[in-house]
């Protein structure tokens, strides 16, 4: 009876079918119900619980979590507002309460132009999840920390984990501040995290430093997002972007565009240099904007290193660090403007005389371009500042890039006579800021060389056959927007934690969401602040095809391909069906090796 009950033993991975649910939890202890029944999860890797059932797929299931023995007791047990079901399988991914989307694929934008060789992209950036953050450290000091948000006050020793449907990492001693300039003054905090490296040396996919964005002048969230996007189209080294909702030390903070540092070292050396370690420092600067005192619009003004004029671009090298005091900081500083800064700033000078820069001009030209499509009137064309020079040394011997930074000011929010930036004319684009005069000697040198002219014009027709063009862009912004919403819902019900008198609080609502999203109504165009986002590409296309007296591309040129992005896996997928082939190989084994 024994041998021929063996027959049946290849199919013991079906007969003894478990599933295996899985949840981020930050808060709570959480549940799953199955059949009706509920099933108490345990702690598989913060914030991660799970529970393992006998039961086959498909099914049908939800979680819920007790708040019992929490600081938000009061709400009892929660049940989730709907039901899962596991069509196939012996788990679940890592899912987030309350969330039905765990995993969306969005639809990619087409290339406008081959990407930038050197960049060496990460698994960070996967944007088909919202990834979960939390930051635990000293309540006091994270208090000190929100308490006075221009204080440079820095939270070191914390904990951060980063948790997404597939994994967790955990890293025990990063460093938190507060992050940004006109952010410091806005009820919903950025923050900055630095030292993201664990006991065994690793990195969080090859980032030591990233940003948490707010995003809380945006009622889209979807703006820097979008114009990143565009960006990678161009084939342009740009910092990248993500959604995650944070927590710090349990509180739920909101729902954040999680961002590269553009002068960390580790995200230099992947974006710029293959992620090959730099043998040399490379000078970076960082360019500003305080009118009237000065401005970075890359004016020579003289020789004299110390002229306030340049004291607008602060030298961000590695030997910075190294430095004890301000004063040797502002000394290195002066050493770099004589030795690099200034020489550059001779060359744009004299560059319609001599055509000599050693600068590439194509990547410039490309992020003129996307500030003008975008209306970024935060960044250089318009208000110069909010840019990084970089000068690698290790490559086209030892050029010049000029890296953009800092789109969330951008299609059509950020102050008033928008409407102006989204109807203007190539020309008449730097004018339109009335805080300064409109030379911008390194844009305005370029184009007077009919080359780099007609390059620039090119640029305009390629965006708007490609990644600009509604077909292409506007399914993506529609699936981003369905990922999201339901954190925006979230994040705009929760207090914010700033506590500087009269912090900025827009407070925006779901329909402003909504409304931002996919409001292209007759009159849109001729808003003053707020052009929705659809509104602003479809007509700022128009308007540039006009301008240039080419019609409106049909439809998106894929020709080049679409911009691709790292995606995570679920590994353990891969491990659950080996372990059920290799079983019911063994199986067979047994059962021939019996009956032999």
């Not at 006091?140 to 990492?169: C, M, W």
């Not at 992620?275 to 619009?297: Q, S, V, W």
């Not at 911009?563 to 290799?582: K, P, R």
Request: aromatic share 12%.
């Amino acid at each position: 009876m024994r041998i021929k009950n063996l027959v049946y033993l290849p199919f013991l991975p079906v007969a003894l079918s478990k599933v295996t649910f899985r949840l981020i939890a930050p808060k709570g202890k959480p549940s799953v119900i199955v059949n009706n029944k509920s099933y108490e999860m345990e702690v598989h890797e913060f914030p991660v619980y799970k529970a393992t059932v006998d039961v086959d797929a498909p099914v049908s299931y939800s979680y819920t979590i007790n708040y019992e023995g929490t600081d938000e007791a009061s709400k009892g047990v929660v049940l989730e507002k709907f039901e899962r079901k596991l069509e196939s399988g012996d788990h679940t991914l890592n899912e987030y309460f309350d969330r039905k989307i765990t995993t969306k694929t969005h639809p990619a934008l087409p290339k406008a132009f081959e990407s930038y060789p050197n960049y060496s992209p990460s698994k960070l950036y996967d944007d088909t999840h919202v990834a979960t953050v939390i930051i635990n450290g000293d309540k006091n000091q994270f208090s000190e920390l929100h308490r006075d948000p221009t204080s440079e006050f820095k939270v070191r020793g914390v904990e951060f984990i980063y948790a997404t449907p597939f994994s967790v990492r955990s890293f025990n001693n990063a460093t938190v501040s507060i992050s940004g300039q006109s952010t410091l003054y806005a009820a919903k905090l950025s923050y900055k995290v630095s030292n993201l490296k664990n006991d065994k040396n690793k990195e969080l996919y090859k980032r030591t430093g990233i940003k948490l964005r707010a995003e809380h002048m945006d009622p889209s969230f979807l703006r820097d997002k979008i114009y990143t996007d565009m960006l990678n189209s161009l084939g342009v080294p740009t910092p990248q972007n993500k959604f995650c909702r944070v927590f710090i030390n349990g509180d739920a903070i909101g729902l954040f565009s999680l961002s590269d540092n553009v002068s960390n070292k580790r995200y230099l050396r992947e974006t710029l240099n293959s992620g090959t370690k730099f043998d040399i420092e490379n000078p970076i600067y960082k360019a500003d904007y305080f009118p009237p005192t000065a401005i970075g619009d890359l004016s020579y003004v003289d020789n004299n290193p110390a002229n306030e004029k340049y004291s607008i671009y602060y030298y961000k090298g590695e030997s910075m660090d190294e430095l004890g005091n301000e004063e040797q900081k502002y000394n290195r500083n002066l050493e770099m403007n004589k030795e690099h800064l200034i020489p550059l700033l001779q060359q744009i000078s004299q560059y319609p005389q001599n055509k000599n820069l050693n600068m590439d001009i194509e990547m410039f030209l490309k992020f003129m371009a996307m500030e003008f499509m975008g209306g970024a009137i935060d960044n250089f064309w318009s208000r110069p500042g909010n840019y990084y020079l970089f000068k690698n040394l290790n490559f086209n011997d030892g050029e010049w890039l000029f890296l953009d930074s800092d789109f969330h000011y951008s299609f059509g929010i950020g102050g008033e006579g928008l409407n102006n930036y989204l109807t203007c004319s190539i020309d008449e684009y730097a004018s339109l800021n009335q805080e300064v005069g409109p030379e911008r000697p390194l844009i305005d040198n370029i184009r007077k060389a009919k080359e780099n002219e007609d390059y620039f014009k090119n640029i305009f027709i390629r965006l708007i056959n490609t990644a600009f063009h509604v077909d292409a862009v506007f399914p993506r912004i529609e699936s981003l927007a369905e990922l999201i919403r339901d954190d925006v819902e979230w994040d705009l019900s929760l207090p914010r934690v700033s506590g500087y008198t009269g912090a900025e609080d827009f407070k925006f609502t779901i329909n402003d969401f909504d409304q931002q999203i996919k409001d292209e109504s007759d009159n849109c165009a001729a808003k003053d602040n707020l052009i929705p986002l659809r509104c602003w590409i479809r007509n700022k296309g128009n308007n540039i095809a006009k301008e240039l007296g080419i019609e409106y591309p049909k439809a998106p040129d894929r020709s080049m391909g679409d911009v691709e992005t790292l995606v995570q896996t679920d590994s353990s997928s891969h491990l659950s069906f080996t372990f059920s082939i290799t079983l019911t190989l063994i199986c067979i084994f047994i059962n021939i090796f019996i009956n032999y």
